[in-house]
């Protein structure tokens, strides 16, 4: 399974070409604007009403306690405890002992900026180093004196490579009014500072990978999201942003903020921008919920033999009046590059890097995820939106705060379940129609859509798209046929939304 540097350059690369080249194919959602005689926007429904739909499951999943979890691959980063909505301003703890062992030696383990092992080549402490060059900032920072030239050296100190730094710097520059700069400047950025200083105590104990082939899952709070981001804004994680170094995390995206530093196109300052504009809200008041990401493989022997079932077909709405983010209460389907993320670090702007950006604590999961086998996917569960937004693609922009009110599970999580699903991305989009191809799908989207426990909790809507189409060339007509399949397989209602699609809504029939 290994995987060299070089193809993980190459595959990023690929992904963010074929997101940047091909705006006639990233815009296949949007070109069907179904406007009525007057030219009003026409909503076109069919199918299963969404509110019966919806009803089925109206509340969070009621999920085991924390303190009844007993298997070694739930691994807690906090104190298990139970959310009471009556106290809904109870903090999480920090685990600080942990009876709960992470197996395996260092290379399972997320190597942090504070680990005494991140030394330079004649043994020097990088974190202490680092540590001093974020303590300057700060005391600039808390003087009103920090500059974006003080930023830019304490980025590059911080990382150790020169960077360009050019689309952070015409943000904060250019496009901030000069009361967002100084907020910025001052409140903003010192508070990042704090939360990148103090990783060492926000985290008693380095993070689990989740490596290929595991069932695995690692839950935080949304505190210890923030130090992990707060750790990225500086580039301080080791071995993970330079491609060519031979190291234990090339088949690992890059969680460091670096490339979406670098110069490029203006979609780039509108990510940076969502990103910044969470730190200030964190920066107001910060969240206290929990936070899972979840990786999951399906073991061989329940891959559907799909030429010998006669399972019916589940119910199904059909919308082109909603995007999946706003369909709550349903498993929200994210059209994923098998390196979590794509794009979003990068030039990538399609429908995972804007979920990534509007809702930034999905980024931690660069850090401890691994590229996806066909039989896997990554749950991220209980992420908060932050940012709205307009524009897709090269038209997208961040159109101000969002409040994100969704109700908590028993855990603390929001109720916000969104599904990792890579699919083939097609460079001779006719090699789609063969059976190789489509078998491939179709695990994809069952093990994707296969209810993570028993019960009928956990049964809730999928919400989905023109999953794998656009940059990724896939045919829209044959992947709905796919994940129509898989969720029926998988026993669960399915709700198309195929925003503006009038034509694939007509094309089916339900």
Known sequence: MAESSSDLQQHVEEVDNAESNSEENLDIEIVDPCLNDEGALEIVTKGTPLETILNIHPQPPCVKDMEQIQHNNFIFMISPFKYDPLNPEREPITSRISNRSINGSDANLVFMPCSPHNVTDNKRSIWLLNRQSLI??????DHHMATIKDLKKTIRECAHRHYNLDCLQKLIDDVYSNDERAHFMSTVLSNICTLALNVDTIFSRPLPLLRIGTNRSVTMSQQQAASLLACAFFCLFPNRSDYKQKNKRRSFPNPNFNALYQSGHP??????????????????KMPNGIITIQ???????????????????CDLHLTTGKKIEDVNGALQVDFACKYIGGGVLGNGCVQEEIRFTICPEMLVSLLVCERMEPNECIFLIGCERYSSYRGYANS?????????????????RKWSHLVAMDAICFRDPSTQYDMECVDRELLKAYTSFRPLEEGSDYEFAIVTGNWGCGAFHGDKYVKAIIQLMAASEARRPLIYAAYHDKTLIDSLDV
């Open 136 to 141: 300057n900032l700060k005391n600039m920072c």
């Open 267 to 284: 979609k780039k300052i509108q990510k940076l921008k969502c990103i910044l504009h969470y730190f200030r809200r964190i920066t107001e």
């Open 295 to 313: 990786r999951f493989a399906l073991p061989t022997h329940l891959f559907p033999q799909w030429s010998d079932l006669q399972t019916g077909l």
């Open 396 to 412: 997208f922009q961040f159109d101000g705060d969002y409040i994100d009110n969704t109700p908590k599970d028993n855990w603390g």
